[in-house]
């Protein structure tokens, strides 16, 4: 009898184990920056990212976790722990993902390492680099146009100088979309919400290529 439980205990530390590394797997250390929509980031630094069947896992420093589950048949659409829609853009390619929720984007880099300060750039990357505004940044020359219909205003933006590059992504209501600052190069996201311009901020720069 005493054997018999003894290999039941086995079995079960094993299992456990098994379950904890397997969980471990799922789970990779990396660097976020949050973004309420048309601010400068307000958590930037150190967070952990899981996924476990579909369901993403984000969890910063400060303790915020945000737990975003796959809906529907469409790639990339999520909803947050409170029901909300939350869509998940490209832009990063393989440096990281971005998620956009109902009032803010997660930017998550895969490289721990600040932003424009990788190892191994160079002296002209790094320039580029931390030349380029970090992505989440107001663009403030289109300030004034938040809240104008983008039918209305559209020639506006282009008369100051931003070209239309490409659709990133859209769901409902919500579009955005990339742009050019041609005097500068910078890259830039668009944010247009029943038909109205809701934000304009600076993008990565990979994510007008």
Request: aromatic share 10%.
């Given at each position: 009898?005493k054997?018999?439980?003894?290999?039941l205990a086995v079995?079960?530390?094993i299992a456990?184990?098994g379950i904890?590394?397997a969980?471990q797997?799922?789970t990779?250390?990396?660097?976020c920056e949050?973004?309420?929509?048309?601010?400068?980031a307000t958590?930037?630094?150190s967070?952990?990212?899981s996924?476990?069947?579909?369901v993403v896992?984000i969890q910063l420093?400060?303790g915020?976790?945000?737990?975003l589950r796959?809906?529907?048949?469409?790639?990339?659409?999520y909803?947050?722990?409170n029901?909300r829609?939350?869509?998940r853009q490209?832009?990063l390619?393989?440096?990281?993902?971005i998620?956009?929720?109902a009032?803010?984007?997660i930017?998550?880099?895969?490289d721990?390492?600040p932003?424009g300060?990788?190892?191994g750039?160079?002296n002209?990357?790094?320039f580029?680099a931390?030349?380029h505004?970090?992505?989440?940044?107001p663009?403030d020359?289109l300030?004034?146009l938040?809240?104008?219909?983008?039918?209305?205003?559209?020639n506006t933006v282009?008369?100051?100088?931003?070209?239309?590059i490409?659709?990133?992504?859209a769901?409902?209501?919500a579009i955005?979309t990339y742009w050019?600052?041609t005097?500068?190069n910078y890259?830039?996201?668009?944010?247009?919400?029943?038909?109205?311009?809701?934000?304009?901020?600076?993008a990565?720069p990979?994510?007008?290529?």
């Open positions: 009898m054997l018999s439980n003894l290999l079995v079960v530390a456990s184990f904890t590394v969980a797997a799922d990779v250390n990396a660097r949050v973004y309420p929509k048309g601010e400068r958590s930037s630094g967070c952990t990212f996924q476990r069947q579909g896992g420093k400060n915020r976790r945000y737990d796959p809906v529907g048949n469409q790639p990339g659409n909803r947050d722990q029901g829609a939350v869509y490209s832009g390619g393989d440096q990281g993902q998620y956009r929720l009032n803010e984007s930017y998550v880099y895969w721990t390492a932003y300060q990788n190892s750039s160079g002209s990357g790094s580029a931390s030349s505004p970090a992505a989440g940044t663009v020359r300030s004034d938040v809240g104008a219909r983008a039918g209305q205003v559209e282009e008369q100051r100088g931003y070209q239309f490409k659709p990133a992504s769901s409902g209501d955005y050019r600052e005097r500068t890259c830039v996201t668009i944010l247009t919400e029943q038909g109205r311009y809701e934000s304009f901020a600076y990565t990979a994510d007008c290529k």
